[in-house]
């Protein structure tokens, strides 16, 4: 069953249903990094398909299942030093996920870290048009991702990250700029950049 544990899903549709096509694009390209029982790629997906018609149209969902034991916020080494109760994420979940996605031909499910995926993708060309960003939140870890993506994107290009406010958001924006990308809009939890030159 698709889910979602997030919030501000309407600021994520919004932001989908904005997306600037600058010029009419040979292909189209979006992604999201964990992606748990994949309510934020189905609302992505939805959102583009109508708009983009028989463009080549592609979205990568990355995520390694496997309740792997990893730092989510800075400033703790796991999610034992929060306090707080950790999401689970068991291959059980990823399997429902490859279930509920089997017949959609624009989900491309990797199953693995960001690093592995950044490590093995690193030489391509593809060019990103969205990306939502919901894996580890310390500021390395968004750094990381948003300049990966920013250093593959277009004028029009959106980087949504999600509980950006756990991090160094002025660190994050001020490494973005560089890639001429500006915050259009945030909410509570969720932030939208885009590429404006």
């Known amino acids: 069953m698709i ?4 919030v501000e899903y309407e600021l994520l549709k919004k932001w989908c249903d904005t997306l600037p096509f600058f010029e009419e694009p040979k292909s189209v390209t979006t992604c999201e990094i964990g992606v748990r029982e994949g309510l934020g790629s189905q609302i992505i997906m939805m959102s583009l398909t109508p708009r983009i018609g028989k463009v080549d149209y592609q979205h990568y969902a990355i995520d390694p299942y496997n309740d792997l034991e990893y730092q989510h916020v800075d400033g703790k080494a796991s999610w034992k030093e929060t306090g707080t109760t950790p999401p689970t994420y068991p291959n059980s979940m990823r399997d429902q996920l490859v279930k509920d996605f089997a017949n959609n031909p624009y989900f491309k499910f990797y199953n693995m870290t960001d690093v592995e995926y ?7 060309k593809t060019v990103f048009d969205l990306v939502l960003l919901d894996g580890p939140h310390t500021t390395k870890d968004i750094l990381k991702e948003s300049l990966w993506f920013a250093d593959r994107s277009r004028i029009g290009t959106r980087i949504i990250i999600d509980d950006y406010w756990v991090a160094n958001y002025d660190v994050i924006k001020g490494a973005l700029s560089y890639w001429k990308f500006e915050p259009i809009e945030q909410g509570k939890s969720k932030v939208c950049f885009e590429r404006v030159k």
Request: aromatic content about 18%; proline content about 0%.
């Open 3 to 6: 889910r979602g544990d997030s």
């Open 118 to 124: 950044f490590d093995i993708f690193n030489l391509s």
